[in-house]
C-alpha cells in the first residue's frame, strides 16, 4: 500500500515537474512583457502629460512667493522679434527659460551647433538651443540692463545623452534648478523694477 502511494507522488511530482519545465519559460516570458507593457504605458503616460504646454507653467507656479513668472514676452533682437515663453525673475538672479518638445535620444555637446536626434529609428538634428537662449539673453540686456542671468534649457520628453552642461534639464528637475541657489544678486525694488518692465512687453 505505501509503495502504492509512493509510486503515486512520484508520478504526481513528474507531473508538476514537466508541466513546470514546459510552461514555466513561457510564463516567465509572459510576466517579462507584462512588465514591459507597463512601464511602456507609464512612460507614454509622462510624455504627453509633458508634452502640455502647461506642463512647465505648472512647474513655475510651484514657486515660492520670491519668484514671478512672466509668460510670452516679447523682446526685439538682431534679426526680429523674440517671444519668450518663460522668463523667472527672482533676488536671486533671472531665469531665461527655453522649452524644447523634442522626443527621443538626443546627443551632442554644449559648444556644437547642431545636436543629434534619434527616434523611432529616424535620425534628425536640432540647432543647438542654448545658443538660442543666449540670443534671448541678450536680447533681455539690451531691455532690462546686465543683471545676473541663468540660462536654462529644459526637454521635457526627450532623452539627454550628451554633455550638455548643468543648465540642460529634464522638466522633473526645473524646480530644485531655479531654487537650488539662494544667493541675493538683486534687491527687490530691483526685481520688482525688472519685473514691470518685461509685463509690459508680456503678451498675457
Same mark, same amino acid.
Given at each position: 500500500?505505501?509503495?502504492l502511494i509512493l509510486s503515486r507522488?512520484?508520478?504526481?511530482f513528474n507531473m508538476v515537474e514537466n508541466y513546470l519545465a514546459a510552461y514555466g519559460i513561457k510564463i516567465f516570458a509572459s510576466l517579462i512583457v507584462f512588465i514591459t507593457l507597463i512601464v511602456m504605458f507609464i512612460r507614454q503616460s509622462n510624455n504627453r502629460i509633458n508634452a502640455d504646454p502647461q506642463a512647465t507653467k505648472n512647474v513655475l507656479n510651484q514657486l515660492e512667493s520670491d519668484y514671478e513668472v512672466?509668460?510670452?514676452v516679447m523682446v526685439s533682437g538682431d534679426r526680429g522679434m523674440f517671444d519668450i515663453e518663460n522668463i523667472v525673475v527672482s533676488p536671486y538672479g533671472v531665469f531665461v527659460i527655453t522649452v524644447k518638445q523634442t522626443t527621443g535620444?538626443?546627443?551632442?555637446?554644449?559648444?556644437? +551647433?547642431e545636436w543629434e536626434v @534619434?527616434?523611432?529609428?529616424?535620425?534628425?538634428?536640432? +540647432?543647438?538651443?542654448?545658443? @538660442?537662449?543666449?540670443?534671448?539673453?541678450?536680447?533681455?540686456?539690451?531691455?532690462?540692463g546686465p543683471v545676473p542671468f541663468v540660462s536654462i534649457v529644459v526637454f521635457p520628453r526627450g532623452n539627454l545623452k550628451g554633455d550638455f552642461g548643468r543648465n540642460v534639464i529634464r522638466l522633473g528637475e526645473l524646480e530644485n534648478f531655479i531654487t537650488q541657489n539662494k544667493t541675493f544678486h538683486l534687491s527687490m525694488d530691483k526685481r520688482d523694477g525688472i519685473l514691470k518692465t518685461l509685463q509690459k512687453t508680456s503678451l498675457r
Open positions: 500500500m505505501n509503495r507522488d512520484k508520478k504526481l512672466v509668460t510670452n535620444k538626443i546627443f551632442g555637446g554644449k559648444g556644437d +551647433p @534619434e527616434s523611432g529609428g529616424n535620425r534628425d538634428f536640432i +540647432p543647438n538651443p542654448l545658443w @538660442e537662449n543666449r540670443k534671448h539673453v541678450n536680447a533681455l540686456e539690451k531691455l532690462i
